[in-house]
């Protein structure tokens, strides 16, 4: 059964100065679906996801080509406010950055800036995250404690916690668990399978296993190139290229 | 037996740079010591309560230096409140608005020159443009704006360090919430920097308050009894003062206590308003950790 697709890329090119990181990348991401990105260290695999909230603004000198459908709309039009757009697409780095303030300010941060000032409201906001981000039980007790005082892996439900806080449609996520112990990568892998419910997720992983394990479709890059993307199952088990195989199999090089 | 005597030799060659680079650190903290020493074994003869709160009398070879105090402090009160906005907001500029390219070079190259600038040359820039052209007259106005363009490079320089150091992590994350820039900069980027601009800006009054040059021909007067009522007076101030009474007076030996007394005031001042930076800052980071 296939959902809409909630983003699209066309003939995506980008360019970090003269250097062409992506070459004619097409592919859609549906709906309530966890898409995974895998491919060797520098295959632009963090670079295509940067693009989708347009994070890669932040680099001086960079160029994009083509089109970066949004729920239809390009989110490379020229007045289009990338604020906006990240307001929408949330985003989960590699190693956890929480704010250096209180787990409970970490999560009020963004929404209070966006216009949410009750107490009631970001009390609920604050539980219904870190609920959703299996953190509350864990915390409930030292909403007021900075967060720098959690262990690696709290600090990353709880930057998740921050990114669902703003109710996003998207989240990306960015090898979230390439910093983080065996355990707490479980834990996140657990929290991903129960957010695709609410959310459409993104992922670049490292991890061969967690793009099996989590995703239902799965995109192969290699050298800024989309090799093969499809089923996640199909992939895995039975790709149509012979560099997948060779990827996945650990044949690579 | 070879490969024993390299071996004491080598550990003998790392006694010796130990014991170098052990020595270096040493004569840096004897000479501050020397100094504080040196004041104070001339100077604390001169000090009481009335030297601090009298102004000077018979021709300056008596009294206290009190009006010298206060023109120092609202000098270099004077001088922050010039230096820091600006210089913190040029630094948010270069480093998180504007563009790596040739236009940040030459702004780069010109704060450096600026640093570099003799401050004899302030003080005649600021005699000819706020003295005369601005017509600001020798005041405190004009003592301020003139120490304040002098440190506003150190206060540039350390406020863009600071800015440097809060980690791109922390604004990535704060954009990718959806935060607009500016938020992202006043809400996270300067309060971690905070420690670090208020490093600079101990530096600047340090320098603003020691100063004589700039001063001289903007702000200091020779000598007056009554303190200032607007920031249209002159005032003492104390290193005008001490280069006065070493230089120009005609007691220059009968007021060697004096003038002593005066530099140890001076460098108490300037320690008593860093200790007030630096308690804040210290306080800031027990707050702010990561």
């Avoid at chain 1, 704010?99 to 941060?109: D, E, H, L, V």
């Avoid at chain 1, 709880?158 to 834990?187: F, G, H, N, Q, W």
């Avoid at chain 2, 340090?206 to 002159?234: C, D, Q």
Wanted: charged share 20%; hydrophobic share 45%; net charge positive.
């Amino acid at each position: 059964m296939k959902n809409q697709p909630i983003i699209t890329t066309k003939n995506v090119n980008f360019y970090y100065g003269a250097f062409q990181a992506l070459t004619d990348i097409t592919m859609d991401f549906e709906r309530n679906r966890v898409t995974a990105l895998i491919g060797p260290s520098g295959c632009g695999k963090s670079t295509l996801l940067r693009l989708l909230n347009r994070m890669n603004d932040l680099i001086d000198q960079t160029r994009v080509e083509g089109e970066v459908l949004f729920e239809g709309r390009n989110i490379y039009e020229p007045d289009v406010d990338p604020v906006e757009i990240r307001k929408r697409i949330g985003m989960v780095f590699q190693k956890p950055n929480p704010f250096p303030k209180s787990i409970y300010n970490n999560i009020t941060y963004a929404p209070r800036l966006a216009g949410i000032k009750s107490k009631e409201s970001l009390d609920a906001l604050v539980e219904d995250s870190l609920k959703q981000a299996v953190l509350w039980d864990e915390v409930k007790d030292i909403l007021g404690r900075s967060a720098m005082t959690l262990s690696g892996g709290q600090q990353q439900r709880l930057c998740i916690a921050r990114a669902l806080a703003m109710k996003p449609d998207v989240l990306l996520m960015d090898e979230p668990t390439s910093a983080l112990d065996p355990i707490s990568t479980a834990k996140i892998e657990e929290l991903v399978d129960e957010l695709k419910e609410s959310y459409t997720i993104i992922i670049v992983t490292h991890n061969m296993q967690q793009a099996a394990r989590v995703s239902e479709y799965t995109g192969f890059f290699y050298l800024g190139k989309l090799i093969e993307f499809g089923l996640t199952e199909k992939i895995f088990t039975n790709p149509d290229i012979k560099q997948t195989e060779d990827y996945i199999t650990g044949r690579f090089g | 037996m070879n490969e024993q005597s390299l071996m004491k030799r080598r550990y003998l060659k790392q006694r010796a740079f130990f014991l170098i680079v052990r020595l270096s650190a040493l004569v840096i903290t004897l000479a501050l010591v020397g100094i504080l020493f040196f004041l104070f074994y001339n100077g604390l003869g001169a000090i009481s309560w009335d030297f601090l709160t009298l102004p000077p009398t018979d021709s300056m070879t008596k009294g206290g230096i009190m009006p010298a105090i206060v023109g120092t402090f609202y000098l270099t009160i004077g001088a922050i409140i010039v230096a820091l906005p600006l210089g913190v907001a040029s630094a948010i500029y270069l480093t998180e608005y504007a563009k790596q390219g040739k236009l940040i070079r030459v702004i780069r190259v010109a704060v450096n020159c600026l640093a570099g600038v003799p401050s004899v040359v302030f003080g005649l820039f600021g005699l000819g443009f706020f003295v005369v052209f601005l017509r600001f007259g020798s005041s405190i106005l004009s003592g301020a704006l003139t120490l304040g363009i002098l440190i506003l490079p150190t206060i540039i320089g350390a406020s863009e360090e600071a800015l440097k150091a809060v980690p791109q992590t922390f604004r990535e994350a704060s954009l990718a919430l959806g935060v607009s820039k500016w938020a992202t900069i006043s809400r996270i980027v300067i309060p971690s920097a905070v420690p670090g601009i208020l490093t600079g800006s101990i530096l600047g009054i340090g320098r603003a308050a020691g100063e004589t040059a700039p001063i001289m021909f903007t702000a200091a007067a020779f000598f007056t009894a009554v303190l200032p009522k607007s920031v249209f007076n002159e005032v003492m101030a104390l290193p005008y003062h001490i280069y006065v009474l070493a230089t120009a007076g005609t007691h220059i030996e009968q007021t060697r206590p004096i003038q002593y007394g005066t530099a140890l005031v001076l460098i108490a001042l300037v320690l008593g308003i860093d200790l007030v930076a630096i308690v804040i800052r210290s306080v800031i980071r027990r707050k702010k950790r990561w």
